[in-house]
């Protein structure tokens, strides 16, 4: 059995598992004695003892990241992780947060006049609700069969639900495969490709993240003027069609590059299983879904916090290029909005990946989304002219785009690496609530209060809830250190 896990075997490691059981050396025998030496040099430095604690809630952010003190920081193939995981994103996230440009074809013209406005919001909700509400399974999956597998799956998924899309004659087929599968398989190939980063980083954890989250708005940047062209000449079947084949064609290469540094669930079953048990792993026994982790007070917080923020969250992307539209802009220049919002928000993630290595990410996090609500109830309330609207879809896009990957560094800080994809997946559980809240009922307002033509109360609803997501992540804040400009 050549598991890289299992190539040191000296006492140190056994007891630097107790205080991290996931770490793994490298591959060669050379390369595992010296990182062995290394291993014991800064154990021998940082005083690590087998009778040590971690206590989770009380722990700081540094001490919470538990990293395995033998893998290399950055090495080289670690930014082809981190290719990979950008293009995975760009392909399924792309997709998803373009569903303006669907629903908008669906209104005005697939089911103009058969379907309402709320009853068209469910298709993109079910899809954010689905990639959420699977993420616990689909980050366990990854964790337990491995990243590459369970991205090859999603990658499979998707492509049929979008052909089986483009045969739809009902909004409920469309609720089925565009909705629900599409969803449940992009939640397989998101989360293998967006807790793999973390892993190969430590120092830049918050940039890597940040570039590979920013797939998803390079791919909504160039998708959303793209898809409008063709759904206009072409028709929904031949678009959907497109999509499918652009999807196998470009993800599956890159899911084969997924590789990740730590033992997986079914590796340890068989090294288990061969050689017994480390010392003192009896003990911790992994389970497929752990969901001990919501006995964090912050980790909850979090976990909440993703409601509010994500019912607010999509309402921009899913409603500006109708807004606009309203508002006089021809549909070429409405998808542009929607494409120059994920465009931004590629370039938001990067930056507030980097400013989060440098103030904390639990800080880059509150900052971010305080400024994505402002914009929302200060320059979209007023957004009348078509030069307010391309400015508010640039600057919301800038802000916005941060929330996703700063939350995965929170995460990490908060739990650890060893089911970062997992936990991780428990907090878009959360966030599949707010989806499955936010757009329908954007979709109602517009269609009772708002008469199909007033947006304000969407607009409002939006920012207020937004808000009251805001305002537990400074509670986040606060409980993690009471100094106001303290490094979390």
Same mark, same amino acid.
């Given at each position: ?5 299992n ?13 991290t059981?996931?770490a ?13 030496e290394?291993?014991?040099a800064e154990?021998? &430095?940082a005083?690590l003892d087998?009778k040590?604690n971690?206590d ?9 990241l538990?990293d395995?003190?033998?893998?290399i ?7 082809a992780?981190v @290719? ?10 792309g997709?998803? *947060?373009i569903y303006?440009?669907f629903?908008?074809y /669906? ?5 103009n006049?058969?379907?309402?406005t709320?009853?068209l919001?469910?298709i993109g909700?079910?899809?954010?609700m ?6 616990? @399974? ?9 990243? &590459? %597998? ?5 990658v ?5 639900s979008?052909?089986a899309?483009?045969?739809a ?8 495969? %565009?909705?629900?599968? /599409? ?6 190939t ?7 980063p973390? %892993?190969?980083?430590t120092?830049?954890r918050?940039l890597?993240t940040?570039?590979a989250i920013?797939g998803g ?9 793209l ?26 290469p890159?899911?084969f590059?997924?590789?990740? &540094? ?5 590796q340890?079953a068989? &090294? ?6 480390r010392?003192?792993?009896?003990e911790?026994?992994?389970?497929f879904?752990?969901f ?15 409601i509010f ?9 899913y ?5 606009? %539209?309203?508002h006089?802009?021809?549909?070429? *220049? ?6 120059l919002?994920?465009g ?5 993630r ?5 400013v ?6 639990i ?6 989304t ?6 929302v109830?200060?320059?979209w ?6 030069a307010?609207?391309?400015?508010f ?8 785009g ?16 060893g089911?970062?994809?997992t936990?991780?997946?428990?907090i ?9 809240i936010?757009?329908p009922?954007?979709?109602a307002i517009?269609?009772?209060?708002g008469?199909?033509?007033? /947006? ?6 939006a920012?207020?809830v ?9 509670v986040l804040? /606060? ?8 490094r979390?």
């Amino acid at each position: 059995m050549s598991d890289p896990a299992n190539t040191l075997h000296t006492k140190q490691e056994e007891r630097i598992d107790e205080k991290t059981e996931h770490a793994h050396a490298p591959h060669s025998s050379t390369v595992a004695h010296h990182d062995s030496e290394l291993a014991v040099a800064e154990s021998k &430095r940082a005083g690590l003892d087998s009778k040590d604690n971690l206590d989770i809630e009380h722990a700081s952010v540094e001490t919470d990241l538990q990293d395995p003190p033998t893998l290399i920081d950055g090495p080289p193939y670690g930014w082809a992780i981190v @290719f990979a995981a950008f293009i995975t994103q760009m392909m399924c996230m792309g997709t998803m *947060n373009i569903y303006g440009v669907f629903q908008t074809y /669906y209104f005005t013209n697939t089911f103009n006049g058969v379907a309402s406005t709320f009853q068209l919001a469910w298709i993109g909700s079910l899809t954010v609700m689905a990639l959420d509400i699977v993420g616990p @399974f689909a980050g366990s999956i990854s964790d337990h069969f491995g990243h &590459r %597998q369970a991205a090859l799956v999603g990658v499979l998924v998707m492509a049929l639900s979008l052909v089986a899309s483009g045969f739809a004659t009902d909004v409920w087929q469309l609720y089925i495969t %565009q909705g629900f599968l /599409y969803g449940s398989g992009a939640s397989l190939t998101y989360f293998a490709g967006l807790s793999l980063p973390s %892993q190969w980083f430590t120092r830049n954890r918050g940039l890597v993240t940040g570039i590979a989250i920013s797939g998803g708005g390079i791919g909504g940047l160039w998708m959303s003027p793209l898809l409008s062209k063709l759904l206009d000449s072409k028709g929904l079947r031949f678009t959907m069609i497109v999509l499918a084949i652009a999807h196998l064609i470009i993800m599956v290469p890159v899911c084969f590059l997924f590789k990740t &540094r730590l033992e997986s669930g079914r590796q340890r079953a068989k &090294r288990i299983k061969r050689f017994g048990y480390r010392k003192g792993e009896q003990e911790t026994k992994r389970k497929f879904v752990d969901f001990t982790i919501l006995k964090d007070t912050r980790f909850c917080l979090l976990f909440v916090a993703g409601i509010f923020v994500v019912s607010g969250y999509f309402t921009p992307f899913y409603f500006i290029n109708s807004y606009a %539209q309203q508002h006089g802009v021809s549909s070429s *220049n409405a998808a542009l909005m929607v494409g120059l919002m994920n465009g931004a928000s590629a370039v938001g993630r990067i930056v507030m990946g980097l400013v989060s290595d440098r103030i904390g990410p639990i800080n880059a996090l509150c900052i971010s989304t305080l400024a994505a609500t402002l914009t929302v109830l200060l320059i979209w309330t007023f957004a009348t002219s078509e030069a307010v609207m391309f400015l508010f879809s640039v600057l919301y896009g800038l802000c916005c785009g941060a929330y996703l990957s700063s939350t995965v560094s929170v995460s990490a800080a908060i739990c650890g690496l060893g089911r970062l994809a997992t936990v991780t997946g428990i907090i878009y559980a959360g966030m599949a609530v707010g989806s499955l809240i936010g757009s329908p009922v954007s979709g109602a307002i517009l269609d009772t209060i708002g008469h199909k033509t007033n /947006y304000l109360g969407v607009i409002l609803w939006a920012g207020i809830v937004m808000a009251v997501g805001t305002i537990i992540l400074f509670v986040l804040k /606060y409980r993690t250190d009471k100094k106001l400009f303290a490094r979390v």
